[in-house]
């Protein structure tokens, strides 16, 4: 949910991006979603780093996921568009809230 979240985030920014700079330098052979691009980069370094395989098991999925949802949520509030980033956020904020309760649940059971 957060990956396919975040994934969304990045697309929307993208688009966003470039109709803002299609719409201002209609001639202009600027391309600022190439900053997107090295932020994605960027965070799939950290997110890689943070999934750790011990013992059979694998940790740190959650967190990699979270650090790529908090990646597009600081691209849209540096791009201006807080919006994106508040719904994003918010919708961040549910899943994980959500996800922890019913793996509690679960455990119970």
Known sequence: MMVSMGAAAFTLLTLELFQATISSFPHSRV??????EGV???IGFLG????IRAR???EG????????????????????????????????W????????LEKWIAKS
Request: aromatic share 8%.
């Open 48 to 51: 890689a780093g943070t999934i």
């Open 56 to 58: 059979g098991t694998v």
């Open 31 to 36: 391309d600022p979603i190439r900053i997107i």
């Open 94 to 101: 549910l899943i994980l809230t959500v996800v922890r309760l």
């Open 40 to 42: 994605i980069g960027g």
């Open 61 to 92: 999925i959650t967190t990699a996921a979270t650090i790529w949802v908090v990646g597009a949520i600081g691209v849209a509030c540096g791009g201006g568009y807080y919006q994106i980033a508040l719904i994003t956020a918010v919708f961040a």
